[in-house]
């Protein structure tokens, strides 16, 4: 069964606006951790953002920002103020209590000036 | 360096040839993680290492795929026998072993089987 679902596949947002990536995830630990990375078109692999299972508040770096919730199992990413430069394909991953890191599918978003 | 370092970047080899992928991970990282990814698609899982032993060995699609580590240092993924369809860029990353910690990853190394 897939650990992480990323059902978008691709998502356009024109400049300046706000786009949320969806991500749900599945899991009977109590204890895990879901992450969001970037990948520009040079194939970097960027952290943006964290959020612990037992973390009250949703996350925020910047930018980004994490709705999290828990009875859901959905962790979706907010980026606010779209800029070109978001371009790239996103990931969400999750670390379980044995520390494997799981990675979904990934969406990629293309920002229109 | 102070980044995960992979080597070789390319590597292009003939089917039925083994390769050998290396990944030196960020000083005193105890998880090591191993991925694949095709073009455009998402992250495969591999295997990952706790130290020197390796906790879950499920994503190594065939038994044409093997990896270790030793010294809790350096680890070397091994392909067997390439097949065509195993052409893909292969990422390794690394991380402390704590559950908020974020993984870092390398550059990858491009693996092409012609």
């Known amino acids: 069964a897939q650990k992480i679902t990323q059902t978008q596949p691709g998502m356009f947002v024109q400049e300046k606006e706000a786009v949320t990536l969806d991500c749900t995830y599945d899991t009977s630990d109590q204890s895990y951790g879901l992450f969001w990375y970037k990948q520009p078109s040079s194939g970097e692999m960027i952290f943006l953002i964290y959020q612990g299972s037992y973390d009250e508040q949703n996350a925020t770096e910047g930018r980004y920002s994490l709705n999290f919730q828990k009875a859901r199992k959905s962790a979706n990413l907010v980026i606010s103020a779209s800029q070109l430069g978001d371009s790239a394909m996103y990931f969400c991953?999750?670390?379980?209590?044995?520390?494997?890191?799981?990675f979904g599918a990934g969406t990629t978003v293309t920002v229109r000036a | 360096g102070a980044g995960v370092s992979q080597s070789p970047s390319n590597k292009v080899t003939e089917k039925g040839k083994d390769v050998e992928l290396r990944c030196d991970p960020i000083s005193g990282h105890t998880a090591l993680y191993w991925y694949r990814q095709s073009l455009g698609q998402g992250l495969e899982f591999l295997i990952y290492f706790q130290g020197n032993s390796a906790p879950d060995k499920s994503g190594l699609p065939s038994d044409r795929f093997s990896a270790e580590r030793t010294g809790g240092s350096v680890s070397t993924l091994t392909i067997q026998r390439t097949q065509q369809e195993d052409s893909a860029v292969y990422l390794c990353a690394s991380s402390f072993l704590q559950m908020n910690t974020e993984a870092f990853f390398g550059q990858g190394t491009r693996l092409t089987v012609v």
């Open positions: 991953a999750m670390r379980e209590s044995d520390y494997k890191l799981s």
